[in-house]
């Protein structure tokens, strides 16, 4: 009932408090997991949400965008993938659109491997923050991973601006996937979805 991406309407307006976000340049390595380019994290990178630290674990992409924001898809979606101590998940997710070239990306994937199973150390670590936009406003819901196991319980922050990507970067990505690699929107249900 609660299952990720959706198309985030019917937006309820609420008091959201701001996510404190605590990043440093860890981002180690990139790996080809088949399902979509990962970049693996080093710890000591977090958010702060609802009282409690999330850890950021990883990144990864989807192209096209997985979830749509009143019914608009993007060419591709970043999500970063937090834990907290007790294994609960949250995943920010930024929508890309097709404009200047994103640095950070261009670090990230200066050593893409084309390959499943493929994985490639980053010569500099690479900074999450040059993945989020200027301004940090964000709709929640409660939804799900997008790969299996799909399991629920996730906290879903999707960030209200989009930042851009070249028509390049996003080409090559989708070229080392082959196929769109993004899931279904799924049916919100009872959910709120909150701005």
């Known amino acids: 009932m609660n299952q990720s991406p959706i198309d985030l309407t019917g937006l309820i307006e609420a008091e959201l408090a701001p996510v404190q976000f605590d990043y440093k340049p860890g981002g180690s390595e990139v790996l080809n997991n088949g399902h979509t380019v990962q970049v693996t994290y080093a710890p000591g990178s977090k958010i702060t949400l609802d009282g409690r630290e999330f850890e950021l674990k990883q990144f990864h992409f989807h192209a096209p965008s997985e979830n749509h924001i009143e019914g608009r ?45 493929q994985k490639r150390r980053i010569a500099e670590p690479v900074s999450a923050e040059g993945l989020l936009p200027a301004n940090r406003d964000y709709y929640r819901f409660n939804g799900s991973l997008t790969t299996p196991p799909c399991s629920e319980g996730v906290r879903w922050l999707v960030m209200k601006d989009p930042v851009t990507a070249s028509k390049e970067q996003i080409e090559r990505f989708a070229h080392v996937m082959h196929h769109p690699n993004n899931r279904p929107v799924q049916p919100i249900n009872a959910r709120a979805v909150l701005q």
């Open 73 to 117: 898809s993007y060419p591709m979606e970043g999500h970063l993938v937090h834990a907290d101590k007790d294994g609960n998940l949250a995943v920010v997710a930024v929508m890309f659109e097709e404009g200047a070239a994103n640095a950070a990306l261009t670090t990230s994937w200066a050593e893409m491997p084309e390959k499943a199973g």
